[in-house]
């Protein structure tokens, strides 16, 4: 009888094995998933096309591919970030159905989470690349061009990473939306005031470490100031564009700017992972 009453407390059951659960090939799969779901997207295809006829407008109106990649530049650092957070932000609000039947699977949430952000940013960066990228390299593929086109990808990476953390924050699709879209609305055009109203302030004191500084806060700085440095229109920005140049130009200036990109993307996306691995889906 205490035998029959073991067995029927612990039945013999097959466990999961923790190595496969924790292998990063789930991770690579649904990121393999999200990408061939996305590019079929019309949306996506329309932002594609969309880059690509302005790209080639802009480098067909101008003899000289430099005046090209100035008019591209200022699309880039608006409508760029701008669709990468707000697509994504909908997008992961679209895919929670998607995400809780993965949670019922013996994969981690970090795992889930990771390969979301992989599949949709990779979608969007194809997007751009072949939009802009392939328009930029015909024309100009020196380093300007190189320049613009990793650029391009860093942002895209950023403000992905953004997104997910303004849709972990809140349950409420409207208001991640609205949280993604003030995210973006500060760094495109509401910080540029801010500096601009704290220089002329404290003009009486010495600022230049200081502008430096608040540059790293901005990616869309950090992107227009090293475009512009390619670009040699540094002479435009007076003193502080010979400032940028001095250490932007060197070796350090461009590492800080590049581990300053980094950790734009690492910093958002591990704090959203840590909320999502703890929130209740």
């Known amino acids: 009888m205490k035998t029959a009453v073991a067995t029927i407390e ?3 059951t097959e466990a999961p094995n923790p190595d496969i659960a924790r292998s990063p090939l789930h991770m690579l799969k649904i ?3 999200v990408v061939y779901d996305i590019l079929r997207n019309r949306f996506v295809l329309a932002y594609l096309l969309f880059l690509l006829v302005v790209s080639m407008s802009f480098f067909n109106l101008e003899n000289d ?9 200022n699309i880039i650092l608006i409508v760029l970030p701008l669709v990468s957070i707000v697509f994504a932000t909908i997008h992961l609000y679209n895919s929670y159905e998607f995400m809780e039947l993965l949670l019922a699977q013996p994969l981690r949430r970090s795992d889930i989470f990771l390969g979301e952000y992989l599949g949709l940013a990779s979608s969007l960066c194809i997007a751009f690349c072949v939009g802009v990228g392939i328009p930029v390299f015909v024309f100009d593929g020196s380093m300007r061009g190189i320049t613009l086109v990793v650029g391009g990808v860093l942002l895209t990476l950023i403000f992905v990473s953004l997104a997910f953390l303004s849709a972990v924050l809140s349950r409420d699709k409207a208001r991640g939306i609205g949280i993604a879209l003030l995210l973006w609305f500060f760094c495109a055009i509401l910080y540029d005031g801010i500096v601009l109203m704290s220089m002329f302030a404290f003009s009486d004191y010495p600022l230049e470490k200081a502008v430096i500084g608040l540059a790293f806060l901005n990616p869309i700085d950090l992107t227009r100031i090293a475009m512009l440095l390619q670009l040699d229109v540094a002479a435009l920005m007076g003193y502080t564009g010979a400032l940028f140049q001095h250490f932007f130009g060197s070796i350090w200036g461009v590492g800080l700017s590049l581990t ?3 950790a734009w993307i690492a910093g958002p996306l591990w704090v959203a992972a840590r909320i999502f691995r703890r929130k209740d889906i």
């Not at 591919?65 to 530049?73: D, E, F």
């Open 65 to 73: 591919p430099v005046k090209g990649m100035i008019s591209l530049l």
């Open 10 to 12: 612990h039945p013999r």
């Open 31 to 33: 990121a393999k998933y």
């Open 260 to 262: 300053a990109m980094f």
